[in-house]
């Protein structure tokens, strides 16, 4: 189990002060992960606070399938910047912990 990618936000001329962030996680694993299943998450924006999320799967995630995490918190991105977002799976006894993490950095251009 591991973050995929993220999603959102992406870079931008144009971005708002309540952005979303959502995160896809795939089961990278060989064994299916059945409905019920606590998956914790997390994020860090910009080198801050570690913020710490639950996934509770509602039906089975096979092997190499896909689910799309939007966090509850959402971002003011709306200054012309870079933002920095690390995103992370915590599954305890993940065979793979180095697919756990996905970092990206998000920019906020302007307009021209």
Do not use: W
Not at 6 to 13: K, R
Not at 39 to 45: K, L
């Amino acid at each position: 189990m591991g973050v995929d990618s993220i999603l959102n936000p992406v870079t931008a001329c144009e971005l708002g002060s309540a952005e979303v962030l959502k995160a896809q996680i795939r089961n990278f694993g060989a064994d299916t992960l059945e409905a019920g299943k606590v998956i914790p998450m997390g994020y860090r924006f910009n080198g801050g606070t570690d913020i710490k999320e639950q996934i509770t799967l509602a039906e089975q995630l096979l092997p190499d399938s896909a689910i799309v995490h939007t966090f509850s918190q959402v971002f003011d991105l709306s200054a012309t910047s870079n933002y920095q977002f690390d995103v992370y799976t915590e599954l305890a006894l993940d065979a793979r912990p180095e697919n756990d993490l996905m970092q990206e950095q998000v920019d906020h251009y302007g307009l021209p």
